[in-house]
């Protein structure tokens, strides 16, 4: 009881030490004080005291530790993925490019264009046309050009695909191809017109469209291509004239125009043509003959005018023709006697008037001719065979059936045949018939070398060949 005695009185003099009083009021509290240290307080303390509840006398302490972190971190994959052991490698040499040259790379869309309109025919053959190497393509071919010496598209070879649509054009497909040699797509449905632009293409020397039906007037583009030396445009439906510039064209080899509507005369220069071969067959041509065929002596072998409306006499001309092995101008109206020039064709093996209006005798000098194998004048009005053609008809290579000669089986009746000597005939310049313009008729086929036993036989003949609409 005493210690708290104490304590208390410690208090009350730290608290007058801090909050001095006034002198009243240190009486008073002196006085309560002393009551409380005596009597134990007041009997009925104020409740609100005037002083303020003291300030605590430090501030918080400080956290001797901070929060500890946890105790342990999230665990660490047992083991890394594996770095790659080696780099990958660097590649040697760049990417091949996508196409050989720029020359292929627009083939390449050309072509693509053209099998988007095919709809028909050789399908089989337009599904090779995949992948960049359009060289691989089924119907083309490349080849190294001769300056540049980088491969480009030289040839197109669609013959007898069949190919068809109603937006299959030749244009845009055919004058595309810049670097083209070779353009052969007989038995087809190509249409329109074959394009201007194949004047430019320096290397263009064959050209085959027939047997595609291309309609209208003859394709006078054809003739800006100056290097042709292969026309083939039979078995279409062209009309009209054929231009003098066809036979203009200067290394040109073969003209195939047979089986189209061709008509008119035939250009008189047509004996100015290089050409080797020449087929104006099953066509509506009228007139003559040009007496310029004489011209081609030199190289014409092959000629077929088979099945026009051509007229008037055989040009004694032809007997200038010192290479020719086939004539043949059967079917038509032409008319007179075979003039005797045909006896300097040398190396002829087959000829064929059958089926005109020719008559008189037939001349003796020309059934010596040594590799005749075929000749045919059936269907005409002769009058005469001499011992050399008797022979080559018993041979069976002289037909002369249904004519107006004596003494032979198979004439026309005698009716006939009066009815046609009693017509008026102009025979013009008679000389010609007579003119024979190689040198030695007799020295020249007793030199030719002889053929052999089997006389008749004929080689195969491209013209006759092209009498065919498909592909040989």
Known sequence: ?????????????????????????????????????IGGGTKNPDPNPKYPTPMPEYPPPTPKYPTPAPKYPPPTPK?????????PPTPKYPPPPEFENE???????????LRKKITGGR??????????????YKGF?????????????????????????????????????????VFHANSNFFLGPIPKKINRQRFFYEMDLSNNKLPGGFPNNVLGASLLTFLDLRFNNYCGPVPEQLFNLDIISAIY????????????????????????????????????????????EE???????????????????????????????????????????????????????????????????????????????FTKVGPACKKLIKKKILDVSNNCIPGLPNQRCEKDCEEFACRPKYHGDDKSFTYIPCKNIYYLHSHVSK???????????????ALAPDPQ
């Open 1 to 37: 009881m005493a210690s708290f005695s104490s304590l208390s009185i410690l208090l009350l003099l730290l608290l007058i030490l801090l909050h001095p009083p006034s002198p009243a009021a240190a009486r008073s509290a002196s006085r309560e004080s002393l009551e409380i240290i």
């Open 257 to 300: 125009i047979n089986n189209n509507q061709f008509s008119s005369a035939l250009p008189s220069n047509l004996g100015r043509t290089p050409a080797r071969f020449l087929t104006f067959a099953n066509n509506q041509f009228t007139g003559q003959i040009p007496r310029s065929i004489g011209d081609a002596k030199k190289t014409m």
């Open 451 to 465: 053929p052999s036993d089997n006389i008749n036989y004929v080689s195969p003949k491209r013209t006759y060949a």
């Open 141 to 181: 071919r490349c080849d190294p050009l001769p300056v540049e010496k980088e491969r480009a598209v030289s040839a197109v070879m669609f013959n007898g695909f069949k190919f068809q649509g109603p937006e299959l054009c030749l244009e845009g497909f055919m004058d595309e191809l810049d670097d083209i040699a």
């Open 303 to 381: 000629i077929v005018f088979f099945n026009n409306k051509l007229d008037g006499y055989l040009p004694c001309e032809i007997g200038n023709l010192e290479n020719a092995v086939l004539f043949d101008a059967g079917k038509n109206r032409l008319t007179g006697p075979i003039p005797l020039s045909f006896a300097c064709l040398a190396k002829a093996e087959l000829l064929y008037l059958a089926d005109n209006q020719l008559y008189g005798p037939v001349p003796e000098e020309i059934c010596k001719l040594p590799k005749l194998g075929n000749f045919t004048l059936r269907n005409n009005f």
């Open 123 to 136: 399908m089989d053959v337009v599904k090779t046309w995949k992948g960049k190497d359009v060289c691989r």
């Open 79 to 87: 083991y890394p993925p594996p770095a790659p052991k080696y780099p």
């Open 103 to 113: 020359r292929l790379r627009k083939a390449y869309f050309v072509i693509q264009r």
